[in-house]
Structure formats: structure tokens, C-alpha cells
């Protein structure tokens, strides 16, 4: 499966974006997936996970109640909308893709190419 995450840019503090991964090659619909970020100096963290039915959804504290991870097997299509957005959430994003069953799968082997988040306080 290949991942291409989109809608990153610059936005002011306290703003929104929402970012979307699209798959291709093969349906998402078996797969959990998550969001990932690296901010330049820091390693990557986990941001996000939904699982393969969307039902079940998990977050990282420090965006817990801001962000909020979603899908659309429909359009084989994951999103992050990221509301009340923070100097400290400016970052690569990552969205990642991985057949498992669990909210949060114990690795992800497939990865996008990321998108910049800029966010200026």
C-alpha cells in the first residue's frame, strides 16, 4: 500500500488544519492506522491511531481533546484535524498504515512521505 499524507502549511496558534493520508494499491479498510510526527532535533512520536473499523480511536495526551484521527474506507482515506493547534505541534506528519486488528498496532510498516505543520504562536 502507498501512503501520501497532505494539508500541512502555516497556520497561527490557536488555528486549525486537517491533514489527509490516501492509500493506493490497495484498500485501507484492513488496516489500522496512525499518525506520527517529527519535530526537527526530536525523535518521532506517536501522535494518533484509529483502528481498521474507525471504531476504535487513540490518542497521545499531549493532543488529546485538540486533535482527532478519523477515516474513510469509502475513499481509502485517513485524516487528522488538528484544532487549537500549539507552537510545540509544528512538525512532520506522518501517517502510517499496518493489517492489524488493534486500535494501535504494535508497528507499522507502511509509511507516507510526511507533511509540514508550521505553526506560529
Known amino acids: 500500500v502507498q501512503l501520501q499524507a497532505s494539508g500541512g502549511g502555516l497556520v497561527q496558534a490557536g488555528g486549525s488544519l486537517r491533514l489527509s493520508c490516501a492509500a493506493s494499491?490497495?484498500?485501507?479498510?484492513?488496516?489500522?492506522m496512525g499518525w506520527f510526527r517529527q519535530a526537527p532535533g526530536k525523535e518521532r512520536e506517536f501522535v494518533a491511531a484509529i483502528s481498521w473499523s474507525g471504531i476504535g480511536t487513540y490518542y497521545a495526551d499531549s493532543v488529546k481533546g485538540r486533535f482527532t484521527i478519523s477515516r474513510d474506507n469509502a475513499k481509502n482515506t485517513v485524516y487528522l484535524q488538528m484544532n487549537s493547534l500549539k507552537p510545540e505541534d509544528a512538525a512532520v506528519y506522518y501517517c502510517?498504515?499496518?493489517?492489524?486488528?488493534?486500535?494501535?498496532?504494535?508497528?507499522?510498516?507502511?509509511w507516507g512521505q510526511g507533511t509540514e505543520v508550521t505553526v506560529s504562536s
Open positions: 494499491g490497495r484498500t485501507l479498510s484492513s488496516y489500522g
Open positions: 502510517a498504515a499496518e493489517p492489524c486488528r488493534a486500535t494501535v498496532c504494535s508497528k507499522y510498516n507502511y
